[in-house]
């Protein structure tokens, strides 16, 4: 989808302000997708389909757009609305996966010893009956 996001941005031209995927772009690559790894694959994804960092968040500008280019501009705005529903959906999986590999690693424990610590409460070697799992959004 990202590649065919490049693609439709080439084909769009001058729509006299910044595009959604120029925006999307712009906005994966400076305050990311909602989760650190997530966005780390995003990027990768971003900088693999050619979708370089945008210079600079374009003006509005007063530019006459043809029905073809509006036309353009309203399928742009529904792709758009794809890749940002993928990008959500991509977002939860990699925080599930993240927090079921935590349980499986925990329950993997269960028959040995294991002392874990907690920075946040400042607590070290806890006992593994003493560690609860939370998943945080």
């Not at 959604?20 to 694959?41: A, H, L, Q």
């Not at 210079?55 to 890749?83: F, P």
Request: aromatic share 6%; hydrophobic share 35%.
């Amino acid at each position: 989808m990202i590649k065919d996001g490049v693609k439709w941005e080439k084909n769009l031209g001058n729509a006299g302000q910044e595009s959604m995927f120029i925006e999307y772009v712009r906005i994966s690559r400076t305050e990311g997708v909602g989760d650190k790894e997530s966005t780390d694959i995003a990027i990768v994804l971003l900088d693999q389909a050619g979708a370089g960092t945008p210079k600079t968040k374009a003006k509005a500008q007063d530019v006459h757009l043809n029905e073809k280019t509006k036309a353009l501009i309203w399928e742009h705005r529904g792709k758009m609305h794809e890749i940002r529903c993928i990008t959500k959906e991509h977002v939860g999986r990699v925080r599930s996966l993240r927090y079921f590999t935590v349980v499986r690693d925990l329950q993997k424990q269960m028959d040995h010893p294991m002392e874990v610590s907690c920075p946040s409460w400042k607590r070290e070697k806890l006992q593994i009956k003493e560690v609860a799992v939370l998943l945080f959004w």
